[in-house]
């Protein structure tokens, strides 16, 4: 009844008219003013000059001070494409489509032109882009057919204190990919042009950077900065997501104006939290102005993305819920309040066992202090720490490299890929542990992807090329050997997303009801598919979505990456139409050969035992096969929260395992 009562300020659907170009360039013109108000701006010639002087640069900076945006336009404007492109890479989808489309109006040209981006399953990049956004993946993958990056003049890997996988490896990539262009002009080749590098953080680590790439010089931007009140939580609550909850209504009813910012791990949570928000808003006193929940995640379309950076009507509130996207890469104007739950989603593997996994996890002191940055941009500010200071005190001083605690098999594979045959030996900035190594080259082995030898094979060729970790990669081989690439392709596109099920927690049983229409026997795989042609049978009418609790701006998602996916099969010259047709046990045959490691068995006292790593698993409620007994079962996805859940569940026959990876369960007979 309630969510009929209000009307909120839904995203008004904009008319999907191109700007002119005079309206384009007169967006430059007004941007102009605001660029040169930027901390930056006064060091923009000092920064042209090191750059042009230096092989290597490190530049730290505050957060929000302009770094991402501005300093490629320098260096455009400096000459520095003259000779290729300026790419900057990130770590994160969101932030790179965001900052390419506002660099793309600071220079005054429609985005894909001279300013595009390039992200896994989206590139608007062309030929004549001189400033380009990437995420540190598509680097990777750029660099299988074009090992020397020729096309790039600059090659800016901007938030390095955040030490993904990927920008560790690219850092020893680009070193000796940089030191191989200068000793080929050194040789005498006129047709090679030298590459720059520029290394960009918001934390003061430099000096590390520094002494990695041959004690590049370092440049320190101060940002401006207001004071910033902490408050702690007395007690440590159990809840987050309903103290951050709580607080938002305090804030709003106490604080002066002013957005409010909260911190959450992902998508699901801040789903949630939307929905609480805009449930309490309908009890707010009359006299209270509006508060409006702004969600900010990677499947969001870029109208409502959009809305993040526009002001709150006046007498409103916005309150915007992010992960740990808004810490150093995006920068959302008008925060005054933060609202840190002290948590995050880390990736996690655990090499004793082999197994990766994602956890929620406490925060370090410096995201912490990051986070609480957040509030003083414009103004002082207030932050609510929702942990006692004692938790905060207990915090790490840093976190870890993700290159020391995740699965290194990706990075492993394009290693591989680009030539270099030994990774053990490859000049990491932190060397990953020896046994994480161990285990991924083996992993990589029983997915036939190295030889006996530890030599790239074929299949791991072609896996290292698709834009997909190596599990997915190899379903998708294997699909056109069973005949099923259509199926394996829906699935997959389908586990891009988080769920494409909505469950109201007012309305939780007639979602279960619903879903039932769609329920397979088999489990999550084909319960998944099976809602997908439903979906393609009403064309994916919105209505339909609604009474059905799907979430149409998931599916559209979903629907988007199936589109790619199959644009990509077609390239690698598959054929993606290629179908099983109704032996849907077939399509789950042909997930095993790449998630053969992810499988359990039911145990006696019926809990499921993992078979790598024998650790007890619990299917999750989300799940349709939960407190479903099955002989064997195969998971997608390993969850750590209170237990370690399993997500995305089908069941198998334990005789299937055997032959789903031969090099894996040996010749003996499950
Ligand atoms: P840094 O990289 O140093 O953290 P950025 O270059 O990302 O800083 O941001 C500089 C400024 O540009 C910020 O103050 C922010 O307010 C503004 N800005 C960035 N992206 C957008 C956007 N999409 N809309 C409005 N303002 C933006
Ligand atoms: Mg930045």
């Given at each position: 009844?309630?969510q009929?009562?209000?009307?909120?300020?839904r995203p008004?659907?904009?008319?999907?008219?191109?700007?002119?170009?005079?309206?384009?360039?007169?967006?430059?013109?007004?941007?102009?003013?605001?660029?040169?108000?930027?901390?930056?701006?006064?060091?923009?010639?000092?920064?042209?000059?090191?750059?042009?002087?230096?092989?290597?640069?490190?530049?730290?900076?505050?957060?929000?001070?302009?770094?991402?945006?501005?300093?490629?336009?320098?260096?455009?404007?400096?000459?520095?494409?003259?000779?290729?492109?300026?790419?900057?890479?990130?770590?994160r989808r969101v932030?790179?489509?965001?900052?390419?489309?506002?660099?793309?109006?600071?220079?005054?040209?429609?985005?894909?032109?001279?300013?595009?981006?390039?992200?896994r399953f989206d590139?608007?990049?062309?030929?004549?882009?001189?400033?380009?956004?990437?995420?540190?993946?598509?680097?990777?993958?750029?660099?299988?057919?074009?090992?020397?990056?020729?096309?790039?003049?600059?090659?800016?890997?901007?938030?390095?204190?955040?030490?993904?996988?990927?920008?560790?490896?690219?850092?020893?990539?680009?070193?000796?990919?940089?030191?191989?262009?200068?000793?080929?002009?050194?040789?005498?080749?006129?047709?090679?042009?030298?590459?720059?590098?520029?290394?960009?953080?918001?934390?003061?680590?430099?000096?590390?950077?520094?002494?990695?790439?041959?004690?590049?010089?370092?440049?320190?931007?101060?940002?401006?900065?207001?004071?910033?009140?902490?408050?702690?939580?007395?007690?440590?609550?159990?809840d987050y997501v309903d103290?951050a909850l709580?607080?938002?209504?305090?804030?709003?009813?106490?604080?002066?104006?002013?957005?409010?910012?909260i911190?959450l791990t992902g998508q699901e949570e801040i789903e949630s939290l939307e929905k609480l928000i805009e449930e309490?808003?309908?009890?707010?006193?009359?006299?209270?102005?509006?508060?409006?929940p702004c969600p900010i995640f990677a499947a969001q379309d870029?109208?409502t993305q959009?809305?993040?950076?526009?002001?709150?009507?006046?007498?409103?509130?916005?309150?915007?819920l992010a992960t740990n996207i808004?810490?150093?890469?995006?920068?959302?104007?008008?925060?005054?309040?933060?609202?840190?739950t002290?948590c995050h989603k880390s990736r996690?593997?655990?090499?004793?066992?082999?197994?990766e996994s994602l956890l929620v996890?406490?925060?370090?002191?410096?995201?912490?202090?990051?986070?609480?940055?957040?509030?003083?941009?414009?103004?002082?500010?207030?932050?609510?720490?929702?942990?006692?200071?004692?938790?905060?005190?207990?915090?790490?001083?840093?976190?870890?490299?993700?290159?020391?605690?995740?699965?290194?098999?990706?990075?492993?594979?394009?290693?591989?890929?680009?030539?270099?045959?030994?990774?053990?030996?490859?000049?990491?900035?932190?060397?990953?542990?020896?046994?994480?190594?161990?285990?991924?080259?083996?992993?990589?082995?029983?997915?036939?992807?190295?030889?006996?030898?530890?030599?790239?094979?074929?299949?791991?060729?072609?896996?290292?090329?698709?834009?997909v970790d190596?599990p997915y990669?190899?379903v998708?081989?294997?699909?056109?050997?069973?005949?099923?690439?259509?199926e394996a392709i829906e699935i997959i596109s389908l586990l891009s997303v988080d769920t494409i099920f909505s469950a109201p927690s007012s309305k939780r049983e007639e979602a279960n009801e619903a879903r039932q229409k769609f329920m397979s026997l088999d489990g999550d795989h084909l319960t998944l598919l099976n809602t997908l042609r439903a979906y393609e049978s009403v064309?994916g009418d919105r209505d339909w979505c609604r009474e059905n609790f799907i979430n149409s701006r998931h599916m559209r998602h979903v629907m988007d990456v199936r589109k790619q996916l199959?644009?990509?099969?077609?390239?690698?010259?598959?054929?993606?139409?290629?179908?099983?047709?109704?032996?849907l046990?077939?399509v789950l045959?042909?997930f095993?050969?790449g998630f053969?490691?992810n499988?359990a068995?039911?145990?006696?006292?019926?809990?499921y035992?993992?078979?790598?790593?024998?650790?007890?698993v619990s299917i999750h409620p989300s799940s349709t096969l939960f407190g479903k007994?099955?002989?064997?079962i195969m998971y997608n996805e390993l969850v750590f929260t209170t237990k370690h859940y399993i997500r995305g569940v089908s069941a198998?026959?334990?005789?299937?395992?055997?032959?789903?990876?031969?090099?894996?369960?040996?010749?003996?007979?499950?």
């Amino acid at each position: 009844k309630r969510q009929q009562q209000h009307q909120y300020d839904r995203p008004k659907k904009i008319a999907n008219k191109e700007p002119t170009t005079e309206a384009i360039i007169a967006k430059a013109k007004d941007l102009k003013k605001h660029r040169e108000a930027l901390p930056i701006y006064t060091a923009r010639d000092i920064i042209i000059k090191e750059v042009k002087e230096n092989a290597c640069v490190v530049i730290v900076g505050e957060t929000g001070s302009g770094k991402t945006t501005q300093i490629p336009q320098y260096l455009l404007e400096a000459g520095l494409a003259a000779h290729g492109t300026i790419s900057v890479t990130q770590p994160r989808r969101v932030a790179a489509i965001n900052l390419a489309k506002r660099v793309a109006e600071e220079v005054g040209t429609p985005i894909g032109q001279k300013v595009g981006y390039s992200i896994r399953f989206d590139d608007t990049s062309s030929k004549d882009s001189l400033i380009k956004y990437m995420t540190d993946g598509i680097m990777l993958r750029e660099l299988l057919s074009d090992r020397l990056l020729l096309r790039y003049s600059v090659i800016i890997l901007d938030e390095a204190h955040e030490r993904t996988l990927r920008t560790d490896i690219l850092f020893g990539m680009v070193k000796s990919i940089q030191k191989k262009r200068a000793d080929m002009i050194q040789a005498g080749r006129r047709d090679i042009q030298p590459l720059k590098i520029v290394i960009m953080s918001a934390t003061l680590d430099a000096e590390k950077f520094s002494e990695y790439f041959y004690n590049a010089k370092i440049m320190y931007i101060s940002g401006r900065m207001f004071p910033v009140k902490i408050l702690n939580t007395v007690e440590p609550q159990s809840d987050y997501v309903d103290s951050a909850l709580v607080t938002a209504f305090q804030i709003h009813q106490d604080e002066a104006p002013g957005d409010i910012l909260i911190f959450l791990t992902g998508q699901e949570e801040i789903e949630s939290l939307e929905k609480l928000i805009e449930e309490y808003a309908v009890d707010l006193p009359p006299t209270v102005g509006k508060l409006i929940p702004c969600p900010i995640f990677a499947a969001q379309d870029s109208a409502t993305q959009q809305k993040i950076f526009e002001p709150a009507p006046h007498g409103t509130r916005k309150v915007i819920l992010a992960t740990n996207i808004a810490e150093t890469s995006i920068t959302i104007p008008n925060i005054r309040y933060v609202v840190d739950t002290g948590c995050h989603k880390s990736r996690g593997y655990n090499a004793k066992i082999g197994i990766e996994s994602l956890l929620v996890e406490p925060i370090s002191k410096s995201s912490a202090r990051q986070r609480m940055g957040r509030a003083g941009r414009e103004a002082p500010g207030l932050c609510f720490r929702l942990y006692t200071e004692d938790s905060f005190d207990q915090l790490d001083e840093d976190s870890i490299p993700e290159i020391k605690r995740c699965n290194l098999e990706s990075a492993i594979l394009s290693l591989k890929a680009t030539g270099i045959e030994d990774p053990t030996k490859f000049d990491f900035m932190d060397r990953p542990s020896k046994s994480g190594l161990l285990k991924s080259l083996e992993h990589l082995y029983a997915l036939e992807a190295l030889d006996d030898t530890g030599a790239l094979t074929e299949i791991g060729k072609k896996m290292a090329a698709f834009p997909v970790d190596p599990p997915y990669a190899k379903v998708l081989l294997q699909s056109e050997k069973m005949e099923c690439t259509k199926e394996a392709i829906e699935i997959i596109s389908l586990l891009s997303v988080d769920t494409i099920f909505s469950a109201p927690s007012s309305k939780r049983e007639e979602a279960n009801e619903a879903r039932q229409k769609f329920m397979s026997l088999d489990g999550d795989h084909l319960t998944l598919l099976n809602t997908l042609r439903a979906y393609e049978s009403v064309k994916g009418d919105r209505d339909w979505c609604r009474e059905n609790f799907i979430n149409s701006r998931h599916m559209r998602h979903v629907m988007d990456v199936r589109k790619q996916l199959i644009e990509f099969c077609e390239r690698a010259g598959m054929d993606p139409r290629k179908s099983c047709g109704h032996d849907l046990e077939i399509v789950l045959k042909c997930f095993l050969a790449g998630f053969f490691q992810n499988t359990a068995l039911l145990q006696p006292d019926s809990t499921y035992k993992s078979i790598l790593g024998g650790l007890t698993v619990s299917i999750h409620p989300s799940s349709t096969l939960f407190g479903k007994k099955r002989e064997a079962i195969m998971y997608n996805e390993l969850v750590f929260t209170t237990k370690h859940y399993i997500r995305g569940v089908s069941a198998l026959e334990s005789a299937w395992l055997s032959q789903a990876a031969p090099k894996y369960f040996g010749n003996r007979h499950a």
